[in-house]
């Protein structure tokens, strides 16, 4: 069964709009860690954060905000103000207490239209 | 600041033919791991070492060997390569901090193409 799910395959929207990418993940695990990586067009896959599961406060940095909610093993991302340098692939990932493997979601393709 | 440091860049081969992935990292981590992504597909763990001496299978090992030469090198190896193959292959590394996964540190991935 796939641990992490990423619903939304592409999603596309103008320029300024706000945008959430969602983040569903199953784990028996009652300690865990949550990230979500950046893969832009070049390639590389840039860390943006992590979540241990005892925090479920929201976190924002400057126009991105996570939103974790455990009752809903969920953990989304939304972008504020979208801007065309946040066309990229977004993952969802897990790590669980009890081992060593991070699991990745299949990813979601953000383009940002000007 | 080098990080990950994948060689080659990109690779063409033919059906067949061997070749060795080379990934190092100068964090001093002790967990390495080996990713394949495909169109559509995700990142799949191919192969992951939780520590030097110790490598296990992830998802998709068949086809691969590994080899955790130390602690900052972690090698993959296509003993005889096929299509199927073809895809961008990524080496990443982590630590842990208490119980937890740091984040993973990713290399800028080897294009591999088999014809």
């Not at chain 1, 860390?47 to 241990?52: A, D, E, P, T």
């Not at chain 2, 590994?66 to 390569?81: D, H, I, M």
Request: proline share 3%; with cysteine; net charge negative.
């Amino acid at each position: 069964a796939q641990k992490v799910t990423q619903a939304q395959t592409e999603i596309s929207v103008v320029e300024k709009e706000d945008v959430t990418l969602d983040c569903v993940y199953e784990t028996r695990d009652t300690t865990y860690y949550l990230f979500w990586y950046k893969q832009p067009p070049s390639g590389e896959l840039v860390f943006l954060i992590r979540r241990n599961s005892f925090d479920e406060q929201n976190e924002i940095s400057g126009r991105y905000s996570w939103n974790f909610q455990k009752s809903t093993s969920s953990f989304n991302f939304t972008i504020t103000a979208s801007q065309v340098v946040d066309s990229a692939v977004y993952f969802c990932a897990l790590s669980e207490r009890t081992g060593n493997q991070f699991y990745f979601g299949t990813g979601t393709s953000l383009t940002v239209i000007p | 600041n080098a990080g990950v440091t994948q060689t080659p860049k990109f690779q063409v081969l033919k059906t067949g033919q061997s070749m060795t992935l080379q990934c190092a990292q100068d964090m001093n981590h002790n967990s390495m791991y080996w990713y394949r992504q495909d169109p559509g597909m995700g990142l799949r763990l191919i192969y992951y070492s939780a520590s030097e001496g110790t490598t296990d299978k992830g998802e998709v090992p068949n086809g691969y060997n590994v080899s955790r030469l130390n602690k900052r090198e972690f090698s993959l190896r296509l003993e005889s390569a096929a299509p199927s193959q073809t895809s961008v292959y990524f080496c990443a590394s982590s630590d842990r901090e208490g119980a937890g996964n740091q984040p993973q540190h990713f290399g800028d991935g080897t294009r591999l193409s088999i014809l």
